[in-house]
């Protein structure tokens, strides 16, 4: 691994273009939510594509849409995909989400790693600043649009930081989704929760509750629930 790429077991993350590096939110949605059999997937924010080529290797039978606003990231995302054994599943549009116009098309799955600091947070990078700044990214926003690309038997899939958890639960009431997984993450056992993970569906469903240490006796000493989770990508797993 380097600052420029990221390499995985079965393809290979360039990220000399982009804001946002390869980091464990983006590889932790890649390998929990759970996938269609078959059907349509619309990644937002798609960064590198790491989310996106993550799904192609489990399910080859997916066709996904990558959407990206900041142009760099979406040829980098690209040219990812280009080299990966995938590149006729993945679809990179460089593009607003908010603006842009899907048609007619339904999803079966849409996922994201959206911005996650919310007013006031800002780096010395505009790039970096719209890739994870709430400023440029509104989740009542995202929600509004979303809904409208569900499928009938769709489901929603994100990771954000565990205190705006209730923020999701509001936005889902008012929308008509409900909780089908939702997994709450620390870094380490004595720490708070700091991520969750959340996956919606338009249909009623139980609620399926986890929680997921990573790193349980040290640093890089990872639980046995994080590697399951990620063997299958991490080189060293």
Known sequence: MSETSFRFKKFTIHQDKCAMKVGTDGVLLGAWADLPDSGHILDV???????????A???PMLKIDAIEIN??????????VSISPWKKN???IKDDFFKYDFG????????????????GHKSASLSRDISRNDDFFSLHNFFTKVVRLLSDSADLAIILPYNRKN???????????YFKKVCAVKPVPNKEYHRVLLQLSVRSCKTEFNELVIEQNGRH?????????????????
């Open 45 to 55: 924010g798609c960064g590198t594509g790491l989310i996106s080529l993550m799904f």
């Open 57 to 59: 290797q489990r399910n």
């Open 71 to 80: 142009n760099e990231a979406a040829v980098q995302a690209s040219e990812n």
């Open 90 to 92: 993945i679809r990179v």
């Open 104 to 119: 007619n098309r339904k999803y079966h799955l849409i996922v994201s790693n959206p911005p996650f600091y919310i007013k």
């Open 167 to 177: 923020e999701v639960e509001n936005l889902a009431k008012k929308y008509s989704l």
């Open 221 to 237: 000493q990872y639980s046995p629930e994080y590697i399951s989770m990620t063997k299958d990508y991490y080189l060293n797993m």
